[in-house]
């Protein structure tokens, strides 16, 4: 089933090449719409008051530190991350840049106008919801093919430098950000580790459905 996915599946508006700058209408559409599905997916697992992704929960940390939104700093982290791309001979693309913009935006619309669940059941539902919203739009804003998300160019930049395995590299870069977002008073729980088990199933499952609506 899903879980034996090893390719991005191509669907009719996915892009031919990530450095793509005049991509099809419908090409752009997916690609925004994955991303805001991931964001919104990022808002409620912080909203879910049971722990954030590592990457949010060092903006969690820096925004308790500093007067910025949790989505404004994660922005910031954003643009922070396309620097270290210039040493590793990185390439941003549409996708690249929208990544940035529309997951920091939809974060903190989500912190706004979505309530903390009173009770911690409701909590560790919100926060399994958020996890499968995460990997729906992640398999979304995959398939649109339009260049990687920052911590995705990083961690393949850093492969290439280093040649080790790549799994090592996103584990070192996942654990760095979470103890230091930790270290300044970020999130650390239960939905920090649904995101950590559950995030790489989660967007297979986003991309098998995607895969099986289009084709």
Known sequence: MFLSIKNVPKVSWSSNKPLNLKPKISTFFFLCFGLALFGLGEGLLIVSASGASPWSVLAQGISLNIDFSIGVI??????????????????????????????????????????????????????????????????????????????????????????????????FLEITVVAVGWYLGGTVGVGTLLFAFGIGPAVALGLFIVGKTFN
């Open 74 to 171: 994660t922005l910031f982290v954003s643009i922070g991350v396309l620097l270290f791309w210039i040493p590793l001979n990185q390439k941003p693309g549409i996708g690249t840049i929208l990544n940035a913009l529309i997951i920091a935006l939809m974060i903190d619309i989500c912190i706004k106008f979505v309530p903390t669940p009173d009770n911690y059941i409701s909590q560790l539902i919100l926060a399994i919801v958020a996890v499968l919203t995460v990997g729906l739009g992640g398999g979304i804003y995959l398939v649109a093919n339009l260049g990687p998300g920052p911590r995705d160019g990083l961690m393949v930049g850093l492969q290439k430098k280093t040649n080790l395995p790549i799994a090592g590299v996103r584990a």
